[in-house]
């Protein structure tokens, strides 16, 4: 396992917010992050725990910071302390608990969230309410704590218990097993039975009026509030985005055709229609023999450019195009976030889709 | 001359099932089948497949189980089997005129040869066409993995369109498939394996149980959906095009005579070969079950096509289909990923309003973390699914040492990227690029679950 | 993605073949187009015809981006 310490200990980087961290309550949460050597607060209790559960460890440093602070700042704080908490070499760093404490769970979670890609194990606590689980659960494991501190030990403890099996290497299958916020991402493993006999029993169960599992639990997906009607379309910015994969001839953006990890931003300056010679679909899910012949039949430029005459509305001169096959809805909503910025900053007003 | 379907509540048509193992696989001539060994007269194959004159080249190579060999980029897997029924060809509709309505299978013999498959390559077509490991952890994932491979490297005339060139290699797949178990059949082994399967009777017929009530036993049903988008995304039934046709009813046994193949290419992962429907293990099992713990109602087949209108009909009509089979509940099998989500739910939720029970197979495209929604289309009904799996989790398949087609189109398949070779000549790629890794007939053992 | 630009306050016409999946997803103004591998054009139609349903579809979300809504509305 890792770096030990040199009397061959674990060794722990505690993450506390300015309370626990000693320095003082609200009217402090505006103190920048120091580092302190050793345990403090409730780093005693938790160094006391692992030796309980036989785990030699030793808290090497203890990180504090202010929560309006980190809250403030979180960009900053992250890129100037992950390094000097992997400096420490830790084999664990621990955060929190931060109970129902909004500003200290995301702090938590977003510290833990930084660590783990880095190969450093992190574990943290928090009230089911905190903003932090949400905010953090599929990247962070989070045990659930009460909302205040009276629940210290009994969170402490369940961190402890994580704790070690993570400075064993071990990989946690099951997070709700251990007291954690189920992470929500789905992860493959080999069933005993095969998929048929599966659906078979199922069936039989729910004719039976037996219980049964589903094995994928239908999620909810949430809605936007619809924007105003535009007044008119007179002078206003309209730009065309499309899932359907037009893009220039030989894909010069090496947009995959599917599970597309990037999008294009492509020009229509001087473009009156779109042919065989100008462009093509890179999109892998459907036959694109009829779109490679005419791509105006998924990325209409021909007819936009000439409702543009008749309207008088502004054609946005980028239209934006990436393949929606296999593409994950969390890339697509990230690529739709990262073009929205661009569209508002680009004075953009209204946006027609196209998906195939 | 035709062989008319026997009445409602005569003798149900009853096929027997002959399996004769192939333990290894070899060229020399004449083709034969000794001591399991099945050795294939290599001039006189490709002889016969270069007969087409769009074939302007076909090689031969034959793959094993636990070789150090990827084929890649696959298009089709067949098993090679011949029907004893005299009239009755396999395949039927491919390469003869057959009408499933007036020249129904009669009960009699079908034969195949198990433990071995003809599997077709050649330069890709589409992007979504996959490959199979024999030995290394992408082995884990198929069951092909497991079987003796006579690959067809087909290379078609130069010029051919796209729909020309993949009619062209499923034609080539199927003509092998026939020569070798016509070729074999010519000496027929004594060692076989064989099993009895009954069709259901037809509802209505005074053979045919009403729902189950009180001690009855329960009647299942089976949706069988297939691809049918176009170019690459095709299904045939008998030699018809799914997407030009209402959903209908079949007969159950119709699949091992090949009724049911693949003009897909797509996905790798979900796409059922025409090993899968000859071996519909879903169809197979409700069929062995048929009249001892669940009485098998019927398979109805459907489409999946591309246009609203098209998804609203099939669906209404295939709910109406099953519901004429009076069961408790259905099986629904999807294929392929994406708008096919919105037919299954479309037929979920339809099948469900006329107070019959479903359960879905489905694979998931959750994202390469797992984190994101994992089908786009979903319907509160829907609340008895199987998973076969996480489509875009990746696995790192180490570098083989025989490749069988051609591996350079490996970071255009989908479910590959420009980032999918490794430093050390390993791939790390999608499932979705592995054939049959999320099959959703469930042949797999594959699942996924919260974490 | 006609959720998340609509989100970050632009109001988005989604066209689209199969609208129960653009429903599904939470697109708020939806416009059905014709079939996948061709949502904007039908290559079964002489050229002119086909611009002309291309024309009406580009239209038909113009019209839908000047419609006050108060929930998903598809305009057929």
Same mark, same amino acid.
């Given at each position: 396992?890792?770096?030990?310490?040199?009397?061959?200990?674990?060794?722990?980087?505690?993450?506390?917010?300015?309370?626990?961290?000693?320095?003082?309550?609200?009217?402090?949460?505006?103190?920048?992050?120091?580092?302190?050597?050793?345990?403090?607060?409730?780093?005693?209790?938790?160094? #006391?725990?692992?030796?309980?559960?036989?785990?030699?460890?030793?808290?090497?440093?203890?990180?504090?910071?202010?929560?309006?602070?980190?809250?403030?700042?979180?960009?900053?704080?992250?890129?100037?302390?992950? *390094?000097?908490?992997?400096?420490?070499?830790?084999?664990?760093?621990? @955060?929190?608990?931060?109970?129902?404490?909004?500003?200290?769970?995301?702090?938590?979670?977003?510290?833990?969230?930084?660590?783990?890609?880095?190969?450093?194990?992190?574990?943290?606590?928090?009230?089911?309410?905190? *903003?932090?689980?949400?905010?953090?659960?599929?990247?962070?494991?989070?045990?659930?704590? @009460?909302?205040?501190?009276?629940?210290?030990?009994?969170?402490?403890?369940?961190?402890?218990?994580?704790?070690?099996?993570?400075?064993?290497?071990?990989?946690?299958?099951?997070?709700?097993?251990?007291?954690?916020?189920?992470?929500?991402?789905?992860?493959?493993?080999?069933?005993?039975?095969? @998929?048929?006999?599966?659906?078979?029993?199922?069936?039989?169960?729910?004719?039976?009026?037996?219980?049964?599992?589903?094995?994928? *639990?239908?999620?909810?997906?949430?809605?936007?509030?619809?924007?105003?009607?535009?007044?008119?379309?007179?002078?206003?910015?309209?730009?065309?985005?499309?899932?359907?994969?037009?893009?220039?001839?030989?894909?010069?953006?090496?947009?995959?055709?599917?599970?597309?990890? #990037?999008?294009?931003?492509?020009?229509?300056?001087?473009?009156?229609?779109?042919?065989?010679?100008?462009?093509?679909?890179?999109?892998?899910?459907?036959?694109?023999?009829?779109?490679? @012949?005419?791509?105006?039949?998924?990325?209409?430029?021909?007819?936009?450019?000439?409702?543009?005459?008749?309207?008088?509305?502004?054609?946005?001169?980028?239209?934006?195009?990436?393949?929606?096959?296999?593409?994950?809805?969390?890339?697509?909503?990230?690529?739709?976030?990262?073009?929205?910025?661009?569209?508002?900053?680009?004075?953009?007003?209204?946006?027609?889709?196209?998906?195939? | 001359?035709?062989?008319?379907?026997?009445?409602?509540?005569?003798?149900?048509?009853?096929?027997?099932? /002959?399996?004769?193992?192939?333990?290894?696989?070899?060229?020399?001539?004449?083709?034969?089948?000794?001591?399991?060994?099945?050795?294939?007269?290599?001039?006189?194959?490709?002889?016969?497949?270069?007969?087409?004159?769009?074939?302007?080249?076909?090689?031969?190579?034959?793959? /094993?189980?636990?070789?150090?060999?990827?084929?890649?980029?696959?298009?089709?897997?067949?098993?090679?089997?011949?029907?004893?029924?005299?009239?009755?060809?396999?395949?039927?509709?491919?390469?003869?005129?057959?009408?499933?309505?007036?020249?129904?299978?009669?009960?009699?013999?079908?034969?195949?040869?198990?433990?071995?498959?003809?599997?077709?390559?050649?330069?890709?077509?589409?992007?979504?066409?996959?490959?199979?490991?024999?030995? =290394?952890?992408?082995?884990?994932?198929?069951?092909?993995? =497991?079987?003796?491979?006579?690959?067809?490297?087909?290379?078609?005339?130069?010029?051919?369109?796209?729909?020309?060139?993949?009619?062209?290699?499923?034609?080539?797949?199927?003509?092998? !498939?026939?020569?070798? %178990?016509?070729?074999?059949?010519?000496?027929?082994?004594?060692?076989?394996?064989?099993?009895?399967?009954?069709?259901?009777?037809?509802?209505?017929?005074?053979?045919?149980?009403?729902?189950?009530?009180?001690?009855?036993?329960?009647?299942?049903?089976?949706?069988?959906?297939?691809?049918?988008? =176009?170019?690459?995304?095709?299904?045939?039934?008998?030699?018809?095009?799914?997407?030009?046709?209402?959903?209908?009813?079949?007969?159950?046994?119709? %699949?091992?005579?090949?009724?049911?193949?693949?003009?897909?290419?797509? !996905?790798?992962?979900?796409?059922?070969?025409?090993?899968?429907?000859?071996?519909?293990?879903?169809?197979?099992?409700?069929? /062995?079950?048929?009249?001892?713990?669940?009485?098998?109602?019927?398979?109805?087949?459907?489409?999946?096509?591309?246009?609203?209108?098209?998804?609203?009909?099939?669906?209404?009509?295939?709910?109406?289909?099953?519901?004429?089979?009076?069961?408790?509940?259905?099986?629904?099998?999807?294929?392929?990923?994406?708008?096919?989500?919105?037919?299954?739910?479309?037929?979920?939720?339809?099948?469900?309003?006329?107070?019959?029970?479903?359960?879905?197979?489905?694979?998931?495209?959750?994202?390469?973390?797992?984190?994101?929604?994992?089908?786009?289309?979903?319907?509160?009904?829907?609340?008895?699914?199987? !998973?076969?799996?996480?489509?875009?989790?990746?696995?790192?398949?180490?570098?083989?040492?025989?490749?069988? =087609?051609?591996?350079?189109?490996?970071?255009?398949?989908?479910?590959?990227?420009?980032?999918?070779?490794?430093?050390?000549?390993?791939?790390?790629?999608?499932?979705?690029?592995?054939?049959?890794?999320?099959?959703?007939?469930?042949?797999?053992?594959?699942?996924?679950?919260?974490? | 993605?006609?959720?998340?630009?609509?989100?970050?306050?632009?109001?988005?016409?989604?066209?689209?073949?199969?609208?129960?999946?653009?429903?599904?997803?939470?697109?708020?103004?939806?416009?059905?187009?014709?079939?996948?591998?061709?949502?904007?054009?039908?290559?079964?139609?002489?050229?002119?015809?086909?611009?002309?349903?291309?024309?009406?579809?580009?239209?038909?979300?113009?019209?839908?981006?000047?419609?006050?809504?108060?929930?998903?509305?598809?305009?057929?």
């Amino acid at each position: 396992m890792g770096a030990v310490s040199r009397n061959g200990k674990y060794r722990i980087v505690h993450y506390l917010n300015q309370f626990f961290g000693g320095v003082g309550g609200e009217e402090k949460a505006d103190c920048r992050p120091f580092t302190i050597k050793g345990p403090q607060g409730p780093g005693r209790l938790l160094e #006391k725990l692992f030796r309980e559960g036989n785990a030699d460890v030793e808290i090497v440093a203890t990180v504090v910071c202010g929560d309006s602070y980190f809250a403030e700042n979180q960009e900053s704080v992250l890129r100037e302390w992950i *390094p000097v908490i992997r400096e420490h070499r830790p084999d664990l760093v621990v @955060a929190g608990p931060a109970f129902n404490a909004g500003r200290y769970g995301m702090a938590c979670g977003a510290i833990c969230s930084t660590l783990e890609p880095l190969g450093i194990p992190a574990v943290t606590a928090m009230f089911k309410e905190n *903003p932090g689980v949400d905010q953090y659960r599929k990247t962070a494991l989070i045990v659930e704590s @009460a909302n205040t501190v009276s629940g210290m030990e009994d969170a402490v403890r369940k961190m402890v218990r994580l704790g070690i099996k993570r400075l064993h290497g071990e990989e946690i299958e099951s997070p709700q097993a251990e007291g954690c916020f189920e992470q929500g991402i789905r992860r493959n493993y080999l069933h005993a039975d095969p @998929a048929w006999r599966r659906a078979i029993d199922m069936l039989l169960r729910k004719i039976g009026g037996e219980p049964f599992e589903t094995e994928y *639990p239908i999620p909810f997906f949430d809605r936007v509030e619809p924007r105003p009607a535009l007044p008119g379309l007179k002078g206003i910015t309209i730009a065309l985005v499309t899932s359907g994969g037009i893009v220039p001839t030989g894909n010069p953006d090496h947009i995959e055709s599917s599970s597309a990890s #990037k999008f294009g931003k492509y020009s229509l300056e001087g473009l009156e229609s779109a042919d065989a010679t100008t462009h093509q679909s890179a999109h892998g899910g459907y036959d694109t023999t009829y779109v490679n @012949a005419d791509p105006n039949r998924v990325l209409p430029i021909d007819v936009f450019r000439e409702l543009e005459r008749e309207m008088g509305f502004k054609p946005h001169p980028w239209y934006y195009a990436t393949v929606g096959n296999g593409t994950s809805v969390d890339n697509a909503q990230k690529f739709a976030k990262e073009i929205a910025v661009e569209l508002i900053r680009d004075g953009v007003q209204a946006v027609i889709l196209t998906s195939t | 001359m035709s062989y008319a379907r026997p009445h409602a509540g005569v003798q149900p048509v009853t096929h027997l099932w /002959r399996k004769i193992p192939v333990s290894d696989l070899g060229f020399s001539s004449p083709t034969r089948l000794e001591d399991g060994k099945l050795s294939i007269d290599i001039d006189e194959l490709t002889g016969l497949l270069q007969s087409d004159p769009n074939v302007r080249e076909a090689r031969l190579a034959i793959a /094993r189980p636990g070789e150090s060999v990827r084929i890649i980029p696959v298009k089709d897997v067949i098993e090679p089997r011949l029907s004893l029924i005299p009239g009755v060809p396999v395949f039927p509709g491919v390469f003869s005129a057959w009408n499933p309505d007036v020249d129904g299978i009669a009960s009699g013999e079908i034969v195949s040869l198990s433990g071995m498959v003809v599997t077709t390559v050649g330069s890709i077509v589409g992007f979504q066409e996959g490959l199979i490991d024999m030995s =290394g952890p992408g082995a884990r994932y198929s069951l092909f993995s =497991g079987k003796l491979h006579l690959v067809l490297d087909v290379t078609v005339r130069e010029g051919m369109g796209r729909h020309d060139h993949e009619r062209t290699v499923r034609l080539a797949g199927l003509k092998a !498939s026939n020569y070798i %178990a016509g070729s074999v059949m010519k000496h027929p082994p004594r060692t076989d394996i064989r099993e009895t399967l009954v069709n259901p009777e037809s509802p209505g017929s005074p053979a045919s149980p009403g729902r189950a009530g009180g001690k009855g036993k329960p009647r299942i049903a089976y949706l069988y959906m297939l691809q049918s988008q =176009g170019l690459l995304h095709d299904t045939y039934y008998c030699g018809v095009d799914v997407k030009t046709m209402p959903p209908r009813r079949i007969l159950p046994t119709e %699949a091992l005579f090949g009724a049911i193949l693949s003009g897909n290419c797509v !996905s790798a992962c979900d796409k059922n070969t025409t090993y899968h429907h000859q071996n519909n293990p879903i169809l197979l099992d409700l069929l /062995r079950r048929h009249g001892t713990d669940l009485e098998f109602a019927g398979c109805v087949i459907t489409n999946e096509n591309v246009t609203l209108g098209d998804k609203q009909r099939s669906s209404t009509l295939a709910a109406e289909l099953v519901a004429s089979l009076v069961p408790d509940g259905v099986i629904i099998s999807k294929e392929g990923f994406g708008n096919p989500d919105a037919d299954l739910m479309m037929n979920c939720s339809k099948i469900e309003a006329h107070g019959i029970k479903t359960v879905l197979l489905t694979d998931e495209f959750a994202g390469q973390a797992g984190a994101s929604q994992s089908l786009v289309d979903t319907h509160p009904k829907a609340d008895a699914i199987v !998973s076969t799996g996480n489509a875009n989790e990746v696995t790192v398949l180490p570098p083989m040492e025989k490749v069988i =087609g051609d591996d350079r189109v490996i970071t255009t398949l989908a479910g590959g990227s420009s980032k999918s070779r490794l430093p050390d000549g390993s791939i790390a790629i999608e499932l979705q690029a592995l054939i049959g890794s999320t099959n959703q007939l469930g042949f797999e053992r594959l699942s996924s679950r919260f974490k | 993605m006609a959720k998340e630009i609509e989100r970050a306050g632009i109001p988005v016409a989604h066209i689209c073949s199969i609208i129960t999946i653009s429903q599904t997803v939470g697109a708020n103004r939806i416009v059905p187009a014709v079939a996948i591998p061709h949502p904007l054009g039908n290559p079964r139609l002489p050229p002119g015809e086909e611009k002309e349903v291309r024309r009406n579809l580009v239209k038909k979300a113009l019209a839908a981006l000047q419609t006050t809504i108060q929930e998903q509305t598809v305009f057929s």
